[in-house]
Every structure is written in structure tokens, then in C-alpha cells.
């Protein structure tokens, strides 16, 4: 009898003396083979023991069974990526959510699996937590989503892609096996990853960049192509049929206030007052803290009771650093304005050195706060250099 010894298994292919062996589990403590050669092999909990037996006469049933296994595990693959995409088409974001019972049965199909998943990590007790920005991130994920299936709707490509969300309270043990402590985040599990644990983690830089960032992510590791990112649009349609309603009836008024005179866009302190307020817009980061919603403030960790204005380190600016920020540089620039369309109205010369020297002293004062606040929040500091000549 010539035997070898082997660790035993749940599904895998066994060579044994040069012959292909495939294995299945038919108890818990025995497993059986099939052979294409004149191999026996069987094993227990021990271990495999493959036996050399005569050929057997029931080569082309077990032949056939082997062609029915293959079968129904191609079966199986069909049937999954049919209910996902199912799925995908009755939910309104395009995102599947991914349940343990779901991640189980995707892990159980045979390897390559026929399509990629893209996973989105979701906290919904986190969503106050604005420095995370889950709901405007996992927003930005689910157009991603809505518009791969709207470009690859007539394509085999919208089966081999499908979009994920998983939330910490329904499924904890998903997130333990994909060993995730931290949030936001996003995993690409290729057909061929056998362990949660070495899937593609979407880079910091890949999230901050939105929907645009997030889909070249996306193509470059599923070599797919997502297309064009189409976001809903700002208003529906019949808040724009009311919008131009509302302009025909009130065109006729207005145009008789442009041809008298009489509208607020011939007085020129409208003019004045809006070019101070974008000169503060701009300034401020009024923009970036709207597009990413940043807040005004948020609550000290080390003390709750306490409010936090101004927070250290580059990557998150509140809401209250950009206005203060920005009022300094308006300051700067009110300064600048009125020493040179004001200033040189003054007759008295005494008077006019006065002003100046204040101006220049209160610009000073900005502009050394400007640069206290960048490095007390960078780390980085700015120092003078005089001329060499000077020393």
C-alpha cells in the first residue's frame, strides 16, 4: 500500500501521486475523493490517506458527478450576481447593503468570483460627528454608484461591479473581519481576494476629493470605467417652472424701476458694501467651509462643556478660523482702500501723517495675527530676513 499524508479541508484540489483529486466535505469528521485515476483517497479528521486501487468501473458516473458539481457552483454565481443586480436597480442610490448573511454567501462563491465589490463604511451614530463628514461622503459615494449604472446600464460591465454600504449596528462582524477601526472609509474587494483583510483601502486623498477622486479610484483597480459623474440637479422641475412663473410677474414692475432710476443697482454704496463682502468671501474660505460643511465650531473632546473655535493642525479648518482669518484681511484691505481713495482727500498734512501712521499700525497688527494663527495651526513658522546691507 503507498500512502501520503495530507492537512485536510474544506474545498481545494489534492494531487496525490501525480493524479488531480477533487475534494468535498460529506460529514464532519470524513471526508471523500474522487479520483480520475486508479486512486482511492479518504481521510478523517487526521488527515488524508490516498490508497492505490484498481480502475473503476464507475469512471463515467463519477465523471458526471464531477461536471454536476461544476455546474451548480456556476449555478450558484449566476443566481447571486442576478439578486445583486436586482438589488441595485430597486435601490434609489444604486448602493446594496451589505449584511452579514450577504458577505457570507459572496464569500462562498468559488474564486475568481465573476464580479468586484466597492464597499462604503457607515457609522449612522457618527453622523453628528462633522469632522467625519459620513453623510456628504456616503451622498458623494452613491452618486458614484447611480452613475456607473446609468453609464454601464447596456453593458456586461454593470454585473461585474456592484456598490456597498454596511452600517457598524447591523453588521459588526463584517467590519471585524475587514478589520476596520476607523472612519471614513472604503474598500475594492477583487474577484480573486480570499481574506477581508487584504483588500484595497481607499487612500485620505481619495475621499477628500469626492465623487471625482472616489471614481478614479474605482477604475484604476477594477479596470472599469465609471464615466461621467452626473449629479442630481440643484432644483427639480417644477421649483424652476415656479421660479420663471414668478420672473414673468414681476419683469413688467421691475423693468419700470431699471428705466426710472430708482433700483438699488444704481446706488453705489450696493456696489461698495458687495465688493467688501466678496472681498470677505473670498478671504474667509466661506466657500470651502459650504463645500464641505464644515462647522462653525465644534465641542472641546477634553471638555464637553467648552466650545472649540480653532482647531490645531492642517487637516480641518472650522468655520470660526476662515471669519477670523478673513476679517483680518479685510481689515488689511479696508486700511489699503482708505489710504488711497480717502486719505489723499485730506487737506491737512498733520492730519494725513496721523492716518497714515495709524493705518500702518493697524495693518501691522493684522497681518502679524495672520501669521501667529498659520503657524500656531501649521507648524510652520515665517520669519523676516533683512537686507544684508542693513546689518
Same mark, same amino acid.
Given at each position: 500500500?503507498?500512502?501520503?499524508?495530507?492537512?485536510? %479541508?474544506?474545498?481545494?484540489?489534492?494531487?496525490?501521486?501525480?493524479?488531480?483529486?477533487? @475534494?468535498?466535505? *460529506?460529514?464532519?469528521?470524513?471526508? %471523500?475523493?474522487?479520483?480520475?485515476?486508479?486512486?482511492?483517497?479518504?481521510?478523517?479528521?487526521?488527515?488524508?490517506?490516498?490508497?492505490?486501487?484498481?480502475?473503476?468501473? &464507475?469512471?463515467?458516473?463519477? *465523471?458526471?458527478?464531477?461536471?454536476?458539481?461544476?455546474?451548480?457552483?456556476?449555478?450558484?454565481?449566476?443566481?447571486?450576481?442576478?439578486?445583486?443586480? !436586482?438589488?441595485?436597480?430597486?435601490?434609489?442610490?444604486?448602493?446594496?447593503?451589505?449584511?452579514?448573511? =450577504?458577505?457570507?454567501?459572496?464569500?462562498? =462563491?468559488?474564486? $475568481?468570483?465573476?464580479?468586484?465589490?466597492?464597499?462604503?463604511?457607515?457609522? @449612522?451614530?457618527? !453622523?453628528?460627528?462633522?469632522?467625519?463628514?459620513?453623510?456628504?461622503?456616503?451622498?458623494?459615494?452613491?452618486?458614484?454608484?447611480?452613475?456607473?449604472?446609468?453609464?454601464?446600464?447596456?453593458?456586461?460591465?454593470? @454585473?461585474?461591479?456592484?456598490?456597498?454600504?454596511?452600517?457598524?449596528?447591523?453588521?459588526?462582524?463584517?467590519?471585524?473581519?475587514?478589520?476596520?477601526?476607523?472612519?471614513?472609509?472604503?474598500?475594492?474587494?477583487?474577484? !480573486?481576494?480570499?481574506?477581508?483583510?487584504?483588500?484595497?483601502?481607499?487612500?485620505?486623498?481619495?475621499?477628500?476629493?469626492?465623487? +471625482?477622486?472616489?471614481?478614479?479610484?474605482? +477604475?484604476?483597480?477594477?479596470?472599469?470605467?465609471?464615466?461621467?459623474?452626473?449629479? $442630481?440637479?440643484?432644483?427639480?422641475?417644477?421649483?424652476?417652472?415656479?421660479?420663471?412663473?414668478?420672473?414673468?410677474?414681476?419683469?413688467?414692475?421691475?423693468?419700470?424701476?431699471?428705466?426710472?432710476?430708482?433700483?438699488?443697482? !444704481?446706488?453705489?454704496?450696493?456696489?461698495? &458694501?458687495?465688493?467688501?463682502?466678496?472681498?470677505?468671501?473670498?478671504?474667509?474660505?466661506?466657500?470651502?467651509?459650504?463645500?464641505?460643511?464644515?462647522?462653525?465650531?465644534?465641542?472641546?473632546?477634553?471638555?464637553?462643556?467648552?466650545?472649540?473655535?480653532?482647531?490645531?493642525?492642517?487637516?480641518?479648518? =472650522?468655520?470660526?478660523?476662515?471669519?477670523?482669518?478673513?476679517?483680518?484681511?479685510?481689515?488689511?484691505?479696508?486700511?489699503?482702500?482708505?489710504?488711497?481713495?480717502?486719505?489723499?482727500?485730506?487737506?491737512?498734512?498733520?492730519?494725513?501723517?496721523?492716518?497714515?501712521?495709524?493705518? *500702518?499700525?493697524?495693518?501691522?497688527?493684522?497681518?502679524?495675527?495672520?501669521?501667529?494663527?498659520?503657524?500656531?495651526?501649521?507648524?510652520?513658522?515665517?520669519?523676516?530676513?533683512?537686507?544684508?546691507?542693513?546689518?
Amino acid at each position: 500500500m503507498d500512502a501520503k499524508t495530507m492537512s485536510s %479541508c474544506d474545498e481545494k484540489i489534492v494531487r496525490v501521486v501525480g493524479v488531480t483529486v477533487l @475534494a468535498w466535505t *460529506l460529514t464532519p469528521s470524513f471526508l %471523500c475523493f474522487i479520483t480520475t485515476g486508479p486512486l482511492l483517497v479518504a481521510g478523517g479528521s487526521q488527515g488524508l490517506i490516498a490508497l492505490k486501487m484498481p480502475p473503476s468501473p &464507475f469512471k463515467p458516473a463519477l *465523471l458526471f458527478l464531477l461536471l454536476l458539481s461544476a455546474t451548480a457552483s456556476s449555478a450558484a454565481s449566476d443566481d447571486l450576481t442576478a439578486e445583486l443586480q !436586482h438589488l441595485q436597480l430597486q435601490s434609489p442610490t444604486g448602493l446594496i447593503r451589505l449584511t452579514d448573511d =450577504l458577505l457570507g454567501r459572496i464569500l462562498a =462563491l468559488p474564486r $475568481p468570483r465573476p464580479f468586484s465589490l466597492i464597499v462604503f463604511f457607515d457609522a @449612522a451614530h457618527l !453622523h453628528d460627528k462633522h469632522e467625519l463628514q459620513l453623510p456628504t461622503l456616503k451622498s458623494e459615494f452613491s452618486i458614484v454608484a447611480s452613475s456607473f449604472i446609468q453609464n454601464n446600464k447596456d453593458t456586461l460591465d454593470v @454585473a461585474k461591479l456592484f456598490f456597498f454600504d454596511i452600517e457598524f449596528k447591523e453588521s459588526q462582524r463584517s467590519f471585524s473581519l475587514f478589520e476596520v477601526n476607523s472612519l471614513p472609509h472604503v474598500r475594492f474587494i477583487s474577484p !480573486h481576494v480570499e481574506n477581508l483583510k487584504d483588500s484595497d483601502s481607499m487612500t485620505q486623498s481619495g475621499l477628500s476629493g469626492l465623487a +471625482e477622486s472616489m471614481s478614479e479610484f474605482i +477604475e484604476s483597480k477594477a479596470k472599469i470605467s465609471v464615466g461621467p459623474i452626473h449629479r $442630481p440637479p440643484l432644483l427639480s422641475g417644477k421649483q424652476i417652472a415656479f421660479i420663471l412663473v414668478v420672473l414673468m410677474i414681476w419683469a413688467p414692475f421691475a423693468l419700470k424701476k431699471i428705466i426710472s432710476g430708482k433700483t438699488l443697482l !444704481h446706488d453705489y454704496k450696493f456696489w461698495l &458694501f458687495g465688493a467688501i463682502f466678496v472681498y470677505f468671501f473670498s478671504v474667509s474660505g466661506t466657500m470651502h467651509n459650504i463645500i464641505r460643511q464644515m462647522p462653525f465650531f465644534i465641542p472641546d473632546r477634553s471638555d464637553p462643556t467648552k466650545l472649540m473655535f480653532f482647531y490645531q493642525g492642517s487637516g480641518m479648518q =472650522l468655520g470660526a478660523e476662515g471669519f477670523a482669518v478673513g476679517f483680518l484681511y479685510t481689515i488689511v484691505g479696508l486700511l489699503l482702500g482708505f489710504i488711497t481713495h480717502g486719505l489723499v482727500q485730506v487737506r491737512d498734512l498733520r492730519v494725513q501723517r496721523v492716518l497714515m501712521i495709524s493705518a *500702518l499700525i493697524i495693518g501691522f497688527w493684522a497681518v502679524r495675527k495672520v501669521v501667529y494663527l498659520d503657524n500656531w495651526k501649521t507648524g510652520y513658522g515665517i520669519h523676516a530676513y533683512w537686507p544684508s546691507s542693513w546689518h
